[in-house]
């Protein structure tokens, strides 16, 4: 008999938070080059909440994929962010209903007492500010993991 190992344990959807700018860093590693239709935005002013219905690759996932030679992953996860004060995009035409966006990076712009700015730069010189109270976000995988229609990794940045 075999001892079991770390590749014999059942996937868990991600389900993860961020409160300070390092966790931030890590959930934006995991997010990068997620894409999203622009219908899949949402702002709600009266929660202070602001969300994205991404379909996110599975960075985490990368290694295993590759040894295993299975095709590559990709999977629908809720990025929610909280304590948002306002919300400002540049470059994004939020007429065009059409719209796929990619999600480069997160990042945070410290203010004053916790308070600050989270940006998320996409692709094509797009970018969303989100004026914040403090950081609280979370990311949480919402489907089953699906093969990457395109079965390529995205170049990611390592």
């Known amino acids: ?59 985490e996932d990368r290694e295993a994929a590759e040894r295993r030679g299975r095709g590559y992953e990709r999977v629908q996860s809720l990025l929610v962010i909280d304590n948002v004060l306002g919300v400002a995009s540049q470059g994004i035409d939020r007429s065009d209903r059409d719209t796929v966006l990619s999600l480069l990076s997160v990042t945070f712009e410290a203010g004053e007492e916790g308070a600050g700015q989270i940006l998320l730069t996409l692709a094509g010189d797009g970018a969303i500010r989100l004026s914040v109270e403090a950081i609280e976000a979370t990311l949480k995988d919402v489907t089953r993991p699906y093969l990457a229609p395109s079965r390529q990794a995205p170049r990611h940045s390592d």
Do not use: C, K, Y
């Open 1 to 59: 008999m075999m001892d079991a190992t770390f590749e014999d344990g059942r996937e868990a959807p991600l389900n993860i938070g961020a409160e300070d700018a390092d966790d931030l860093e890590i959930l934006s590693a995991l997010i990068q080059d997620s894409v999203f239709p622009i219908t899949e935005m949402s702002w709600r002013s009266a929660e202070r909440r602001f969300a994205l219905l991404l379909n996110r690759f599975r960075w």
